[in-house]
């Protein structure tokens, strides 16, 4: 039985979730951009956990940050500063990404000097062998970081553990995700986002555990109306990030959601988007989210050779953030996913004040106007400070659709 929760609860499971891995003794590892390697950490003996976003926290002012810093790093800031995040060992913040994420990194380092903090530089290249020698470089650094930091040193055996762990979940979620595509019907939008945020807060087996468990009975109810097969085209045809080969979808649902943007917290959003005026989460088709679709359809690792290198590709081999090159890439993928899919309707999120979400989204609109399938920007903050207008926005959009 699928159990429904509100975000909060979901957030509150979380944090509990943390605090009993705390108790028992494991070291969590926090990061914040998500194209994080998890299995080099795990193979430190260190649990990765996404440092959450808390819809209580105040993050609308943190006198320490920079004007320009978005609202995600503001709340999670914020949530540092009023004496929270204390469970984490330390924190990982990324290095040429985005302003605001280097920008709270070195005033975390500065106004907390006693936390142990962490710097992962990603290329901004679109991927290429230099930028997989590039971040090899910077995965074999940072790992030799956390070995001088903890004294725990990089482990064959449990890189080895964490690469067969983490591929069989991320292949159970694309599969669901495939299977959504297909049947929208047979899992609700909110069940597999919460999914996403188990793993997110840790990579753990009850959490492999669960996910197979919904797999399985999402695959017996999706056999009943379409061929297996057809899941199996689709997942692949997402890591391939190349529809040509799929065929058009029919159009029996009247509206068609595509859901893209950047770091949102796909929980977060789902259950905003639930309480719109009739908004049914069977609209939603799919994701293109740093912390849904990017996140699930990463390539699994490869064992045979060097394990930092094939962390850094199979890092690269998922779809580009805003942050990174690439733009006419994903431009070319959305087209393929709003043709193919028969999408009707996009919802562009942007995280408010997000540089690059603001720089992509036009480019997105545009994409879709092109092939005259309407969109609606939203800019939303993990505070949802703005819900009633953003309400109202997603209303009158789906008024436009029906
Ligand atoms: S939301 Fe945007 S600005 Fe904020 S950390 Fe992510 S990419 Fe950077």
């Known amino acids: 039985m699928v159990i429904r929760m509100s975000y909060s609860r979901v957030v509150e499971q979380s944090d509990q979730a943390i605090r009993e ?45 920079q004007t320009f810093a ?51 530089t990603y290329p901004a290249a679109i991927p290429s062998e230099s930028s997989v ?29 964490a690469v067969a762990l983490i591929s069989e ?14 049947s929208p019907k047979l899992l609700e939008y909110s069940t597999l986002s919460s999914l996403i945020t188990g793993f997110l ?33 689709l997942q692949n045809a997402f890591l391939r990030k190349d529809l040509m080969d799929i065929g058009k979808f029919d159009e029996s649902i009247s509206i068609r959601l595509l859901l893209v943007g950047g770091m949102i917290e796909t929980n977060a959003l789902s259950e905003f988007l639930k309480s719109v005026p009739n908004f049914s989460e069977d609209m939603i088709i799919l994701d293109l989210l ?4 990017k996140t699930a359809f990463t390539p699994s690792i490869s064992l045979v050779g060097d394990p930092f290198e094939n962390s850094a590709r199979a890092i690269l081999g998922s779809l580009g953030e805003p942050t990174q090159e690439g733009l006419s890439d994903r431009v070319r993928f959305l087209k393929e996913i709003l043709s193919k899919l028969s999408i009707n309707g996009l919802i562009i999120c942007e995280q408010s004040f997000c540089d690059p979400d603001e720089f992509e989204a036009p480019s997105l609109a545009r994409a879709a106007e092109d092939l005259q399938v309407p969109s609606v920007r939203l800019p939303i903050d993990p505070e949802l400070s703005d819900r009633v207008r953003l309400e109202g926005r997603i209303q009158t959009f789906l008024e436009t659709l029906m």
């Open 201 to 233: 807060t840790a990579p753990t087996t009850s959490v492999l555990d669960n996910v197979l468990e919904i797999r399985s009975s999402t695959m017996e109810d999706l056999e009943m109306q379409v061929d297996r097969d057809l899941v199996s085209e």
């Open 133 to 161: 020698t590039f971040l090899a470089e910077e995965l074999r650094k940072f790992s030799v970081a956390i070995d001088s930091e903890f004294k725990m040193p990089f482990s064959e055996e449990l890189f080895k553990d």
């Open 169 to 182: 979940i991320r292949e159970s979620l694309q599969m669901l995700y495939a299977a959504r595509v297909l």
């Open 290 to 293: 740093s912390y849904g679709f």
């Open 70 to 120: 978005c609202s995600l790093t503001r709340n999670i800031f914020s949530q540092r500063a009023s004496g929270h995040l204390t469970t984490f060992s330390g924190i990982v913040f990324s290095g040429n990404t985005c302003d605001s994420l280097q920008n709270v990194g070195e005033v975390w380092r500065k106004r907390f000097p006693d936390d142990k903090t962490f710097r992962l």
């Open 21 to 65: 891995l705390t108790e028992a003794g494991e070291q969590i590892l926090g990061y914040i951009y998500p194209h994080f390697p998890l299995e080099i950490a795990m193979a430190h003996g260190l649990l990765p956990s996404l440092v959450r976003t808390s819809p209580s926290a105040g993050g609308g002012y943190e006198s320490s940050l």
